[in-house]
């Protein structure tokens, strides 16, 4: 029986077309809590991202891919990126300097920006955020980096910043975040806050920062416009967002 269904946020709830969470999608999350199943977000996007839930209250927030995590009433837990890493990759983003977004609880800001930022910008309507100095970040909690950089710049990233791993969903960046804090730490963090059973869960992903969520959970759906790899080890695939792909699969569950 499933009690939890933890949802990614773009290219799963939010439309990659529409940048909005299809109305049919809103119906069948307010049908999963009229039947007392625990829905949550399970996101690469700090709160101030969340805007796109249109104040609709899931029973948890994942956010920043597993670094902040909260209800509607506490922070059931956090991890911030290493100290040394943050001067590390201050260091190394005046030899090798690239876009860098620095993540702390609500808010973002940049080091600079270029036209790979505007890109995603108009993919997520999330990235707008101002550039400029960003020395002070080491006296501050930042939960997470969004660095503009390919993958075989990310992994000499890694170098430099030894207490954090990476995930992307997209080319042209990729989140490092603190070892540690992941998606499915963060279920694991929920089901003892909640009492719920492992077995109990489910969650939807369409990208390479959902593929470990998705092994970890009892089912995984991925979404029709998923990457090949997440439809691979996905227990079902369903219909892309547009065309109503998570009330497609609850059906398809017998769960609305």
Same mark, same amino acid.
């Given at each position: 029986?499933?009690?939890?269904?933890?949802?990614?946020?773009?290219?799963?709830?939010?439309?990659?077309?529409?940048?909005?969470?299809?109305?049919?999608?809103?119906?069948?999350?307010?049908?999963?809590?009229?039947?007392?199943?625990?829905?949550?977000?399970?996101?690469?996007?700090?709160?101030?991202?969340?805007?796109?839930?249109?104040?609709?209250?899931?029973?948890?927030?994942?956010?920043?891919?597993?670094?902040?995590?909260?209800?509607?009433?506490?922070?059931?837990?956090?991890?911030?990126?290493?100290?040394?890493?943050?001067?590390?990759?201050?260091?190394?983003?005046?030899?090798?300097?690239?876009?860098?977004?620095?993540?702390?609880?609500?808010?973002?800001?940049?080091?600079?920006?270029?036209?790979? #930022?505007?890109?995603?910008?108009?993919?997520?309507?999330?990235?707008?955020? !101002?550039?400029?100095?960003?020395?002070?970040?080491?006296?501050?909690?930042?939960?997470?980096?969004?660095?503009?950089?390919?993958?075989?710049?990310?992994?000499?990233?890694?170098?430099?910043? !030894?207490?954090?791993?990476?995930?992307?969903?997209? !080319?042209?960046?990729?989140? #490092?975040?603190?070892?540690?804090?992941?998606?499915?730490?963060?279920?694991?963090?929920?089901?003892?806050?909640?009492?719920?059973?492992?077995?109990?869960?489910?969650?939807?992903?369409?990208?390479?920062?959902?593929?470990?969520?998705?092994?970890?959970?009892?089912?995984?759906?991925?979404?029709?416009?998923?990457?090949?790899?997440?439809?691979?080890?996905?227990?079902? #695939?369903?219909?892309?967002?547009?065309?109503?792909?998570?009330?497609?699969?609850?059906?398809?569950?017998?769960?609305?």
């Amino acid at each position: 029986m499933v009690k939890a269904i933890f949802f990614d946020i773009d290219g799963t709830l939010v439309s990659f077309h529409t940048h909005q969470i299809p109305d049919s999608t809103f119906e069948a999350l307010n049908k999963l809590q009229e039947n007392g199943i625990k829905i949550f977000i399970a996101t690469g996007r700090g709160k101030d991202g969340l805007f796109v839930l249109k104040d609709f209250k899931f029973d948890g927030y994942i956010t920043l891919n597993g670094q902040y995590c909260y209800t509607n009433d506490k922070v059931i837990y956090e991890n911030t990126i290493d100290k040394n890493d943050l001067k590390h990759l201050l260091h190394y983003l005046e030899d090798y300097p690239f876009p860098c977004g620095f993540t702390e609880e609500n808010t973002k800001y940049f080091n600079m920006r270029d036209e790979r #930022v505007d890109k995603i910008h108009a993919i997520t309507h999330n990235d707008d955020h !101002p550039a400029g100095d960003c020395s002070q970040v080491i006296h501050h909690k930042v939960y997470q980096c969004m660095c503009f950089v390919n993958e075989d710049e990310e992994k000499q990233l890694l170098k430099v910043m !030894p207490h954090c791993i990476s995930a992307r969903w997209h !080319p042209l960046f990729c989140d #490092v975040s603190p070892i540690g804090g992941t998606k499915q730490n963060s279920i694991d963090q929920f089901l003892k806050y909640y009492n719920i059973d492992l077995s109990e869960t489910m969650a939807f992903g369409d990208g390479g920062n959902d593929k470990e969520m998705l092994e970890h959970v009892a089912i995984s759906v991925a979404m029709g416009n998923a990457n090949e790899e997440l439809k691979e080890i996905a227990d079902y #695939v369903s219909d892309d967002v547009d065309h109503d792909g998570i009330v497609k699969a609850l059906q398809h569950y017998n769960l609305i």
